[in-house]
């Protein structure tokens, strides 16, 4: 792409996330997904990473999408509408990986999330967010093997960069990146943010304009 081009898409990125955006429903199960009439973006990742937090910084608002220190805050599919009218929708999935989740809960949520990632065409790509203190664990490459065995394509995120020091980061991001390389549905490019910065957000709300319009 020219810089130019670039220039252009983050400008639209930018516009398009500074305007209308809307929760539009909850799914808790399959069977209450939205119809598929626009291209989606899937946020995942363990559990407290920051996916609802990353939502509320990528569109500007601090309460669209639930925070919280409790671990399992999100446990339904969260479907928000991006642009009026519709351009994408952000998809605010339930986090993975904490000790204290139940098992009936854990095998609802691996159905869930493998049904409408296998059963999903308009899923344009994923987002598996890694928190920067911890770099990848055992459950992140699961949810990574998911994604490749469906054929979606994911950008890995590194969230909270504001809580590790800076130098940690390049080192980080080299590791992250070597292990991406094996899997085939990892795209190359990996992002670095804070929600309470907002360092990389811009960036990633380009990427994700990019993948809808693919
Ligand atoms: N310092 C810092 N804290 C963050 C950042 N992002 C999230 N947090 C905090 O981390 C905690 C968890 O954030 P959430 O956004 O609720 O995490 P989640 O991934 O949606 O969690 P579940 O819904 O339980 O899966 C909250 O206390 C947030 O304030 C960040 O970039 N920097
Ligand atoms: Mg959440």
Known sequence: MTARADEELAERARKLFA???EFLKSAPELKFLPDPVSPEIAFAGRSNVGKSSLLNALTNRKTLARTSNT???TQELNFFDVGQPIELRLVDMPGYGFAEAPKD???RW???VNDYLRGR???KRALVLVDSRHGLKEVDREMMRMLDDAAVSY???LTKSDKVKPSALGPLYETTALEAAKHPAAHPS???TSSETGSGIGELRTAIVEAATV
Request: charged letters at 15%; proline letters at 10%; aromatic letters at 4%.
């Open 71 to 73: 671990p399992g805050r």
């Open 105 to 107: 809960l854990v095998k």
């Open 155 to 157: 950008h890995l995120v």
């Open 19 to 21: 305007g209308p955006i």
């Open 110 to 112: 691996r159905h869930l």
């Open 121 to 123: 065409s308009v899923l």
């Open 190 to 192: 990996i992002f670095t």
